[in-house]
């Protein structure tokens, strides 16, 4: 069984770099997550509204949802922030132990499952730091990883 973690579909922060707090996607951001397909036995997403839209917009089916805070973006702008959220510049540290506390819950309690997770560029690429070899995803990527490779 496998995990994909997808970045989320262009954000109005993506497309003109405007820093509001949980902002929407873009109409272009629509038309890609209707591009989006898929069948997983769980989707795990950020709880961002840019994640809950691309899910939304896409064609993934799954079986259950759930929304978790382990991966939100990592916290340096206005638009990583949910509203009546206050800003606090979140650590390397901190982004690593929610990482590892996904990790963790994937493999105690989904382990056999086919998994999609929505998430975010500066998360994915912190995650793929911790594997050893560092990616940017683009708008919609995704990546993949056995659920018994989900270590660091």
Known sequence: MSTTFIRHAESI????????????IT????????????TYDIVICSPLLRCKNTLKYSSI???????????????????DL???????????????QRISSLFN??????????????THSMYMWHLTKLKGDPL???????YTIK??????
């Open 136 to 142: 940017m995803l683009d708008n919609t990527e995704s």
């Open 13 to 24: 922060f993506n497309a003109i770099e405007e820093d509001i707090v949980d902002c929407n």
């Open 82 to 96: 949910l509203k009546n959220e206050d800003f606090k510049q979140e650590t390397k540290e901190s982004v690593k």
């Open 61 to 79: 089916k799954y079986n259950d949802i759930y929304y978790m805070h382990e991966v939100r973006e990592f916290i340096e702008d206005n638009c």
């Open 27 to 38: 109409i272009k951001g629509i038309s890609h997550a209707n591009k989006l397909k898929g």
């Open 147 to 152: 659920n018994n490779e989900l270590i660091f």
């Open 105 to 118: 819950y994937i493999h105690r309690h989904h382990a056999h499952k086919n998994i999609c997770v929505i």
